[in-house]
T-cell receptor, first 113, second 112 residues
Framework: DAGVIQSPRHEVTEMGQEVTLRCKPI?????LFWYRQTMMRGLELLIY????????DSGMPEDRFSAKMPNASFSTLKIQPSEPRDSAVYFC???????????FGQGTRLTVV | DAKTTQPNSMESNEEEPVHLPCNHS???????IHWYRQLPSQGPEYVIH???SNVNNRMASLAIAEDRKSSTLILHRATLRDAAVYYC?????????????FGKGTLLTVNP
């Protein structure tokens, strides 16, 4: 398996634009996580899914952020409208359900100017 | 969520053992203790996890206190490639509570 695949790797956008980050989890994994990492706030869990269902979205910062998982092999994190303070590295991770290791993607570095 | 406390940074010399401590005094009885590390410019990667007994794998060993309020990640012979931020985190079990959160971690510097 190629691991967790995120796209794009880098994204530069203007304030106010919509941004969509994409994630393909490892085949067969039941759980999917979205994280945001900045120097100031560290690695924050935004939302996590089990079997395509959002279980905990308490980390989503505000209504401008939304995440979907239409099927077991694809998830998106959307920011609309984007703001400069959304600039960060966004990671996606997946794991089998239960207490197993999680595998992280390489991340998407988002810059909002 | 259970809170963890780790030193902000630690330093080691190459080929020496490293003991990275973590306090998780509020851990619940069914939470596993997970350790991850993040190398520069990469996503976190799994290192090891355990519940009560000490655990060993090819990367490291995990020593868990008898009361489970603390644990220690042991790198038996540190290499320059082990320089990273190390995170310990309790992970829930049972039902749908498998979320994985991270604190600030310990920045490990390995000197040649």
């Amino acid at each position: 398996d190629a691991g967790v695949i995120q796209s794009p790797r880098h994204e530069v956008t203007e304030m106010g634009q919509e941004v969509t980050l994409r994630c393909k989890p490892i085949s067969g994994h039941n759980s999917l996580f979205w994280y945001r990492q900045t120097m100031m706030r560290g690695l924050e869990l935004l939302i996590y899914f089990n079997n395509n269902v959002p279980i905990d979205d308490s980390g989503m910062p505000e209504d401008r952020f939304s995440a979907k998982m239409p099927n077991a092999s694809f998830s998106t994190l959307k920011i609309q409208p984007s703001e400069p303070r959304d600039s960060a590295v966004y990671f996606c991770a997946s794991s089998l359900k239960g207490n197993t290791e999680a595998f992280f993607g390489q991340g998407t570095r988002l810059t909002v100017v | 969520d259970a809170k963890t406390t780790q030193p902000n940074s630690m330093e080691s010399n190459e080929e020496e053992p490293v003991h990275l401590p973590c306090n998780h005094s509020t851990i619940s009885g069914t939470d596993y203790i997970h350790w991850y590390r993040q190398l520069p410019s990469q996503g976190p990667e799994y290192v090891i996890h355990g519940l009560t007994s000490n655990v060993n794998n090819r990367m490291a060993s995990l020593a868990i206190a008898e009361d489970r309020k603390s644990s220690t990640l042991i790198l038996h012979r540190a290499t320059l490639r082990d320089a990273a931020v190390y995170y310990c985190t309790p992970r829930g079990s049972g039902g749908s509570n498998y979320k994985l959160t991270f604190g600030k971690g310990t920045l490990l510097t390995v000197n040649p």
